[in-house]
């Protein structure tokens, strides 16, 4: 250490010398002089000189950092030249990305769609759909149709029943694969929409190794060494990655390594699902529910590819055409199959469904559950039965195996966590299904909008008892519809409802081919998926807060769904927090009191309170809550969720025929108490999330896009105009909607803006 040019003491210290050093730029010689020994000198150094040193050391890190900045974005922007010049003309990159010393996020280079494009369609037949023979290239991003699947199980179901009389063979299952009803092949395949521009010399990786070295996945950066991803063998598709997915993984992954790993999990791991749901389909506007084949099959590729082949003469097909032959050609017996109740329905067989009067009153028995009692009767209904692939055993085969976990139940839904500062977070996206962050506001609107919308009419069609919740239903409030800046949708249902829910719709696809929706119909596919602990009513845990989905499988959005169940309030455990929650359903001013009483000012005063004495009104509000609880319990009054959000049978009792993004959908009869306790606020705030409230236009405005005013008002004047007067008939006592009315489609979705795109630039 003696011969170290920069030892010194407190005593002899010159901070001149480190003047020299910031004049003569070597700040990084400055700030080792500060660094060398500090523990040792800190500790015995006056306070004045740890201020200076603290000053010299604030100023020199600043101008540090912003000396790297500089380099940096030096760097960055040389590097972007490079990327873009050698994209231009089509020559590949002739170095690694890794020179740059880390992974570079790619921007989504998918085309961003004019709002205005929802005002445009231009006179096209868009309910045609072009069944093209079966390739690789057909599933590229370029060609994939959503409604392709749907047509070719419409058509294929048309051939079926048209030769026995409109009735299916006891045995029928539909085939199905993944790869048709994803786009798949524009996920795993590197293509001008994405990154394919900036990929290594080699053209694609092909292993688990190569995988993470390009994006850079390793356990130190990551948290993960992505122990779920194995290299197999298997006849691939050119480009095609040779790894499969076993499992999600929850620790944050580059964006695009995101979308590729839930892609890899569907094309090999994914099971299909149990059954196929067409929404609209018969001649009453039931639903028709089809089994699916258990194992993935190629059948249906087939199929398609035969009557490509057999219809040169006619290479379109209208969807529409195929819906109303179909629902014309249907002659199920109604007797059987719309029973009564669902819970009748003992196995999955071809039937349609229509339960569109559930009712506005709930009884009690409907929040009520228990699982030893379900228990037994799932086991005396399955011997009956008899049956291994029953509706009944199935469910109990899936409470025993997670009973033997001891009730320490491991997260079920998994989001794509998505690495990058700059990026959002994607904990709003299903791992499976993430595309990608490539929707602008308004195309996230129009996802959510089909999605919503389709969640309503299969939850009125299976019968279940649900309604919308928590921001949803504050979106509701102001206008009847979503918050601009919501990512998910948020509905409630009894826990009765949840159990037919699982038992008998678990695991599958819905499509809405609704005839009304005109050339929106068959755009969306939606996964129902069911927590496999569903059966348990406690928090536990807390990994499980959310009972089940309802998913879009073009991008990973979806509807959260929770159940309410009675509250016994002897078993439950409850936080500060959770029990104050508690307290403000019994009394909304609760919170109000509870600062009071720890208010150390004896003169503050709470209104509405003649008692000064603290303790007298701990005491007394204790023993309110204790009654409050008794009497709940009592009268099995009291309902929670997983997530402990209590509500009293009085405020979700009763529920309100409304609309909600222009179709039927019920709200609790007390809504505005449960918003006044959730989001306290929230009824009267006019400013939030970057948006203001325009209640000419009725319309949550962007403040940096108000332009978008005119065309967002022009698409929902009708729906919201109608809320309005629905809000003003509630608030003066009257019943509010009571049709079964609903709007069409008033946004168009991204994919049918490119389509429309796509199109015009064909003609």
Known sequence: MSGNPFLFSPSNFDFSGLDHYRSTDKDHLALDVLDYDKNHFFSRNSPSLKSRIHFYRHKLTTRKQIGLFNGRLKLFVLALFVLITFSAIHIPIPFSLDILGYHVKYLPLREKVDPEEALHLHGLDLSVTELPFFNDDMMSEFNYDPRLPTALILKLVLDHISVRNGTFDAKFKVPFNWKLWVDLHSRLVPSDSWY???????????????????????????????????????????????????????????????????????????????????????????????????????????????YARSSNDQPFVSLEELVKKVSLTLNLNNDKVLPINELDVIKDTPRLMNHNNQGLSIDKSSFQWDLERELQLLEHRTSQVNDVEGLDASIYSTIQCEMRSMYDFSKYFHESKVSGKYLPSGEHYDWRFFNGFYLSQQENLAVLHRLGRAWLRFSRAAGLHTWIAHGTLLGWYWNGLILPWDQDLDVQMTVQSLYLLGRNFNSSLVTDVSIEDGYSSALGH??????????????????????????????????????????????????????????????????????????????????????????????????????????????????????????????????????????????????????????????????????????????????????????????????TESHKKELAQIHGNETGITSDFAYSPFRIDPWLSRYRKKMTRSQ
Not at 550 to 576: M, N, P, Q, R, S
């Open 526 to 719: 939606y996964y129902i998926d069911v927590g496999s602990s569903f059966f348990v009513r406690d928090k536990l845990n807390g990994n499980n807060a959310i009972d089940a989905r309802f998913v879009d499988t073009e991008t990973g959005l979806y509807v959260d769904i929770t159940a309410l169940a009675f509250t016994d309030h002897l078993k439950l455990k409850l936080t500060t927090k959770e029990k104050v929650e508690l307290q403000k359903v019994m009394d909304p001013n609760v919170k109000e009191k509870l600062q009071w009483i720890k208010n150390k000012d004896s003169t503050a005063t709470l209104p509405g309170v003649i008692e000064t004495d603290r303790n007298k009104v701990s005491d007394a509000l204790e023993k309110q809550f204790h009654d409050f609880k008794f009497d709940n319990f009592v009268n099995k009054e009291l309902f929670h969720c997983r997530n402990n959000h209590f509500y009293k049978y009085g405020e979700v009792g009763r529920l309100r025929s409304t609309m909600f993004e222009g179709v039927p959908a019920l709200i609790p009869f007390e809504f505005e108490s449960i918003l006044k306790r959730e989001y306290p606020k929230g009824l009267t705030l006019k400013h939030f999330s970057n948006h203001f409230w325009d209640p000419a236009n009725r319309l949550w405005v962007p403040e940096k896009k108000k332009k978008i005013r005119h065309i967002e008002f022009s698409l929902t004047k009708e729906v």
């Open 196 to 306: 394919n521009r900036f990929r290594l010399p080699s053209g694609r990786f092909e292993t688990c190794d190569e995988f993470k070295r390009f994006f850079g996945i390793t356990k130190n950066r990551f948290g993960t060494d992505l122990d779920n991803c194995v290299d197999i063998e298997y006849d691939a598709p050119e480009g095609y990655p040779k790894f499969k997915v076993l499992h999600a993984e929850d620790k944050a992954l580059p964006y695009e390594a995101r979308i590729i790993y839930g892609a890899s999990y569907l094309y090999h791991e994914a099971q299909n699902p149990k059954r196929l749901i067409f929404l609209g389909l018969g001649k009453s506007n039931e639903s028709l529910i089809l089994p699916v084949e258990a194992n993935d099959s190629s059948n249906l590729m087939q199929f398609n590819h035969e």
